[in-house]
């Protein structure tokens, strides 16, 4: 079992910045952590994986250059870095794990991941 708990959700104005931490916790090995986002009225959509050993990542195509995923190991934690915001970013920011062992981070799809923490929420006021 894993357990995921995501933090650093809020409000912020059009080129601000948050920090989103997802913490787990439980015995399970997680092969690669992920980050989705789904906003009122739309379906859950991908943003940001990173595979366990930090040295592969991957971004949807409207955040990248703006948003970098990272991870603490030692601290059972993953971090999603939102710069220069925008009012499109809004959202519920959900962090997902995958526990079966693949290649490389190509993980876009809901499916592909096992647990899911509660989400937080991100809204950016133009």
């Known amino acids: 079992q894993v357990q995921l708990v995501e933090s650093g959700g809020g409000l912020v104005q059009a080129g601000g910045s948050l920090r989103l931490s997802c913490t787990a916790s439980g015995r399970t090995f997680i092969y690669a952590t992920g980050w989705f986002r789904q906003a009122p009225g739309e379906d859950r959509e991908f943003v940001s994986v990173?595979?366990?050993?930090?040295?592969?990542?991957n971004y949807a195509e409207s955040v990248k250059g703006r948003f970098t995923i990272s991870r603490d190991n030692a601290k059972n934690t993953v971090y999603l870095q939102m710069n220069s915001l925008e009012p499109e970013d809004t959202a519920v920011y959900y962090c997902?794990?995958?526990?079966?062992?693949?290649?490389?981070?190509?993980?876009?799809?809901?499916?592909?991941?096992?647990?899911w923490g509660q989400g937080t929420q991100v809204t950016v006021s133009s």
């Open positions: 997902a794990a995958r526990t079966l062992a693949g290649y490389g981070v190509e993980y876009v799809k809901e499916y592909e991941y096992d647990y």
């Open positions: 990173i595979k366990w050993s930090g040295d592969a990542t």
